[in-house]
């Protein structure tokens, strides 16, 4: 016989005992716990990846919504705006300029209180400053009224994208310091082929009266080393104007000055004879290889040509070597400033000198701003008095000029340089030109196409709702159907663009003839996004009607109403709140769909708002799928904006849909 089961120690008379009731609900509270924690762990990683989209997005964003801008007087000469003087406005439209008055007059802002005009050679980097699309309204505003030419007239433009971004912080990065050091500036003379020569500023008095003291060629404080020559000096005075624009200048510090950016620079170009140096190594072996019937090259040209290679790559090494080693350079500590080298400048005096041979404590180069203050050229310029600006990334490497970027800093501190709320994003249409796009024709492509789809699908669906739940049959014929509807629901929304293309493109457009049924127009995205939204709105009608208690009906059919009174006049206004989510929650998806707008031709380039719903238009998705391919590194942050004020639409679209269900439904 089997022996009972005797009572465990848990167990007292067959029951759990008081211990092992406790200890299994301390196991379940454990567990209820973890599990809660999970969920809590679930959420917060959910609401940190979307803090993370967030804020990138937005700190992307950040440098599109506020704008620099420059403002100019600008003087319409008849010969640049109208050479024939017939204003007429069709010719003034086409052959009219304004852009070269908008030059000429920068050039006058950045000249303005300079001993000379800025030098023609740097037209060009002024011209950088302004694209000429930015002068289209002037030209409009000519075109309009003519009786403006002659005059001048204010204008505020937005600058270059590039410069934009510089001046936001957003571009290369530039570094500007205040002088820690005490600096004697020398000019150089047009005539003299380069040499260094020491302008001395001889009172007027003193050179007219013709009074003994110093003779010709013995100058205080002339550079070590410098020899003057008489034909770069008349009776001690200043060069002309023309000579000292478009002249030279050295920088004398005291103390080593420019010690970190010489260290710098000298270990930029140890990296590159480094690399000089590893890429002969591996031709020298390459070549080896094939001489001894190994594996290196094959015939005679190739190797012939490596080996000019190898000498070309030694010539290099040498040439870079001598700028770092004094030794190798007959005692020559000076390193030359090429494009491919970072950039020096420094501003005093009002102007401002590019280097282009620096050492510790010497700069010489080129002129790039005029000096304002001509007769103490050769005063000595105390610390703090002058600022070096430095750009690590080399002139090649990048799109703006170091002359642009000295006359766009000129341009900020003197206040014609403005930064402000870019309005133009939301008052202008798509450009090619960063500074000029905006989102108007997004906007309005945006809201004729939700229209659209609101008034072809919100209809529709609610009506096929109604039918299915409160007067369809229930048979197979109906089961088919909703499972198709339900499935149509999980389509991706690039079928739908098939579909519509199929169908309102092909057949009823080009074999059927419809007019205003073309590619890109509102009428069409908005069609086809009808049908992408339908199943959405279908099911969420449904739902509604169905969350009505049955007992609305019997009681409106016991006192005598029709069953469509009884759903018309009693169901459907308690179902009103769910079905209007619904309808809205289906807007809102429709309108961040791009790929089934893209596959209708929607275009993604529009110069121009759109007038009416058979005009060619974008919107908001198209948009930013266009502006993030763009090559243009400005695109990026207008890319960024646009996604927020997307984000933002389909925020308060969702947040009018629980306002709605909210305010109005009712609980049973």
């Known amino acids: ?28 509270r454990r567990e209820e716990a973890r599990f809660q924690l999970y969920g809590r762990l679930a959420v917060l990683t959910a609401l940190a990846a979307l803090a993370v989209l967030v804020v990138s997005i937005a700190l992307t964003a950040r440098t599109a919504f506020w704008q620099n801008r420059v403002t100019l007087d600008v003087t319409l000469a008849e010969s640049a705006v109208d050479p024939s003087g017939k204003r007429d406005p069709e010719e003034i439209r086409f052959s009219g300029d304004v852009i070269g008055p908008t030059y000429e007059a920068l050039g006058r802002v950045l000249a303005a209180g300079g001993t000379s005009p800025l030098p023609q050679r740097f037209a060009p980097d002024v011209e950088a400053l302004v694209t000429d699309l930015a002068t289209t309204p002037l030209l409009k505003q000519v075109v309009a009224d003519p009786g403006l030419i002659g005059k001048t007239i204010r204008i505020r433009v937005p600058i270059n994208d590039d410069i934009d971004l510089y ?19 020398i000019l150089t003379a047009p005539d003299t082929g380069g040499a260094a020569v020491r302008i001395p500023p001889a009172p007027p008095e003193a050179a007219e009266s013709g009074e003994p003291g110093e003779e010709p060629g013995e100058e205080p404080g002339l550079a070590a080393g410098v020899a003057p020559e008489p034909s770069a000096i008349t009776g001690g005075t200043v060069p002309d104007v023309a000579g000292e624009a478009e002249g030279r200048a050295i920088i004398l510090f005291e103390g080593d000055a420019l010690r970190n950016f010489m260290g710098q620079l000298r270990a930029e ?18 070549v080896t290889a094939g001489t001894g019937g190994g594996t290196g090259v094959g015939t005679e040209a190739e190797r012939l040509g490596i080996a000019a290679r190898i000498e070309l790559l030694r010539q290099e090494s040498a040439l870079l070597q001598a700028g770092i080693d004094p030794a190798a350079s007959a005692g020559s500590n000076t390193l030359a400033l090429g494009d491919d080298r970072p950039s020096l400048m420094i501003g005093l005096r009002g102007g401002v000198v590019k280097a282009e041979r620096v050492s510790e404590t010497r700069i010489e180069g080129i002129i790039v701003k005029p000096f304002t203050d001509a007769p103490a050229l050769d005063a000595a310029v105390e610390t703090g008095e002058y600022w070096l600006l430095t750009i690590a990334l080399p002139q090649n490497q990048r799109k703006l000029s170091d002359a642009t970027i000295v006359y766009a ?19 202008r249409a798509d450009s090619r030109e960063p500074e000029l796009a905006g989102i108007l024709a997004g906007l309005i492509g945006s809201f004729f196409t939700i229209l659209v789809c609101m008034v072809a699908a919100a209809p529709l669906a609610i009506g096929a709702a109604i039918y299915l739940e409160e007067f369809a049959p229930k048979n197979r014929v109906t089961d088919f159907i909703e499972v198709n509807i339900n499935n149509l629901a999980a389509v991706p929304a690039i079928v739908y663009g098939l579909l519509g293309a199929a169908v309102f493109l092909d057949f009823l457009g080009r074999r059927v003839g419809i007019p205003n049924l073309a590619p890109g127009l509102p009428l069409v995205a908005g069609l086809v996004l009808a049908l992408r939204t339908l199943p959405t709105i279908i099911i969420a009608s449904r739902a509604a009607l169905k969350s009505v208690p049955p007992s609305i009906r019997e009681a409106a059919l016991g006192i005598g109403a029709s069953k469509m009174q009884a759903v018309f006049h009693h169901v459907l206004p308690l179902a009103a709140p769910g079905v209007l989510t619904g309808a809205i929650i289906g807007m809102a998806g429709a309108l961040g769909e791009s790929a089934p707008l893209i596959l209708i031709g929607m275009q993604a380039f529009v110069s121009q708002a759109p007038t009416g719903i058979d005009s060619g238009a974008t919107v908001l998705p198209v948009l930013i799928y266009s502006w993030s391919d763009h090559p243009e590194r400005a695109f990026a942050p207008l890319t960024s904006a646009t996604i927020i004020v997307l984000l933002v639409f389909l925020v308060l679209m969702n947040g009018l849909a629980a306002f709605v269900r909210r305010r109005f439904e009712r609980r049973w």
């Open 167 to 185: 001046l936001k912080g957003a571009g290369f990065k530039a570094q500007r310091m205040r002088g820690d050091a005490a600096a004697t500036l």
């Open 1 to 28: 016989m089997t022996e009972p089961a005797r009572p465990s120690a848990e167990m007292t008379g067959g029951v759990p005992s008081r211990e092992a009731n406790g200890a299994r609900i301390r196991r379940r």
């Open 409 to 427: 800093g000129a341009l900020r501190d003197q206040g014609i340089i403005k930064a402000g709320f870019n309005t133009g994003f939301f008052t």
């Open 269 to 286: 170009i140890a990296r590159e004879i480094a690399i000089r140096e590893q890429e002969t190594g591996r031709l020298d072996q390459l």
